[in-house]
């Protein structure tokens, strides 16, 4: 408790110049934070931009392998992969398939830069013909997920991604039990040393629309409210976090970050658990568009905002940013 005042009392003393700013500093933003997330399709010399995503690319798998190299060199320690299969089905199949688009590139990534952290986004909305994340049960005229024919399919997912090489799994479809049944095919398979990290706390967001323009993902009906969370709920997301925990998560992810840093602070706060937070492509598509028009510093601004997801809570960032921090940190 603070007991003296002004004049005695003088906070800008600890703010006079930058060497004691950084003495000082309680929050600090290092590329040692970052995961950068790629998007792989099929097909030999492609680097296709997205245009709702300046600066973000769509790349085959012969181009992924060079881009992988240069963010070794520029430090990042991980990436995220999302595939883009030639041929979409109702199952996703090619989700599972050990000759899939993912499971390729985790080997042709592995064999050129053998010590980057592979984590593999899990989920099926990229590889369905119908967009969502899962099995589709249709009954008089209403369609959804189901939850528990969806865990199996998972199953086969995640172990085809370790067989290939993968590090680490990520769960991103927020299905109920997914954790319990992703770390029991795992460990039955054998990878009882592979890692989950959950997206336990995803909410429905509109945030994520320059992500399915990236991951051709839109739903061709409906929404993912039934599945994905409501913005108004954190207590919710403290009781998702809490269940991933318990089934065996090793890391919980909050999903976005710059509108959800509330829940990001609950979730570390309550758990004490290592804690991810996605810096999701409508936050970046935002910092770029105004970037563009000269609007802002971009430096600047990326810079304090994922700086505020960390004094949030968050451990790790996944960030279409990383290479460009990785770059300013130098």
């Given at each position: 408790m603070i007991t003296g005042k002004f004049p005695q009392l003088r906070p800008r003393r600890l703010r006079k110049n930058e060497n004691i700013r950084r003495m000082v500093r309680e929050t600090v933003l290092t590329v040692d934070d970052l995961i950068y997330p790629l998007f792989?399709?099929?097909?030999?010399?492609?680097?296709?931009?997205?245009?709702?995503?300046?600066?973000?690319?769509?790349?085959?798998?012969?181009?992924?392998?060079?881009?992988?190299?240069?963010?070794?060199?520029?430090?990042?320690?991980?990436?995220?992969?999302?595939?883009?299969?030639?041929?979409?089905?109702?199952?996703?199949?090619?989700?599972?398939?050990?000759?899939?688009?993912?499971?390729?590139?985790?080997?042709?990534?592995?064999?050129?830069?053998?010590?980057?952290?592979?984590?593999?986004?899990?989920?099926?909305?990229?590889?369905?013909?119908?967009?969502?994340?899962?099995?589709?049960?249709c009954e008089n005229g209403y369609c959804d997920v189901d939850n528990d024919k969806t865990l199996e399919l998972l199953k086969k997912q995640v172990v085809s991604h370790a067989k290939a090489g993968a590090d680490m799994v990520a769960p991103s479809g927020m299905m109920d039990g997914m954790i319990k049944a992703?770390?029991?095919?795992?460990?039955?398979?054998?990878?009882?040393?592979?890692?989950?990290?959950?997206?336990?706390?995803?909410?429905?967001?509109?945030?994520?629309?320059?992500?399915?323009?990236?991951a051709e993902s839109t739903p061709s009906f409906g929404d993912r409210r039934s599945y994905q969370m409501d913005p108004a709920n954190i207590n919710e997301a403290l009781r998702e976090v809490?269940?991933?925990?318990?089934?065996?998560?090793?890391?919980?992810?909050?999903?976005?970050?710059?509108?959800?840093?509330?829940?990001?602070?609950?979730?570390?706060?309550?758990?004490?658990?290592?804690?991810?937070?996605?810096?999701?492509?409508?936050?970046?598509?935002?910092i770029k568009a105004a970037a563009l028009n000269?609007?802002?510093d971009e430096r600047k601004l990326v810079m304090e905002t994922l700086l505020s997801m960390k004094r949030a809570g968050a451990d790790l960032i996944l960030t279409y940013f990383a290479k460009d921090v990785a770059k300013w940190l130098g």
């Open positions: 792989i399709v099929e097909g030999e010399g492609i680097k296709e931009e997205i245009s709702s995503m300046p600066g973000q690319y769509r790349y085959s798998i012969d181009k992924i392998v060079e881009e992988v190299k240069e963010i070794k060199e520029l430090g990042i320690p991980g990436i995220i992969l999302f595939g883009i299969p030639e041929e979409k089905d109702e199952l996703g199949s090619d989700s599972f398939s050990d000759d899939g688009i993912i499971q390729r590139s985790i080997k042709a990534i592995k064999d050129a830069v053998p010590e980057m952290y592979i984590i593999t986004d899990v989920c099926f909305c990229e590889y369905t013909s119908h967009g969502h994340c899962g099995y589709l049960k992703i770390r029991e095919g795992l460990d039955r398979a054998g990878f009882t040393e592979i890692p989950i990290m959950s997206y336990a706390a995803k909410y429905a967001s509109a945030y994520y629309g320059p992500f399915r323009d990236a809490a269940l991933d925990i318990e089934e065996g998560a090793d890391i919980v992810m909050v999903k976005p970050a710059l509108s959800y840093m509330d829940v990001i602070k609950a979730v570390k706060d309550t758990f004490k658990y290592p804690t991810a937070a996605y810096n999701v492509s409508g936050e970046y598509s935002m000269g609007w802002i």
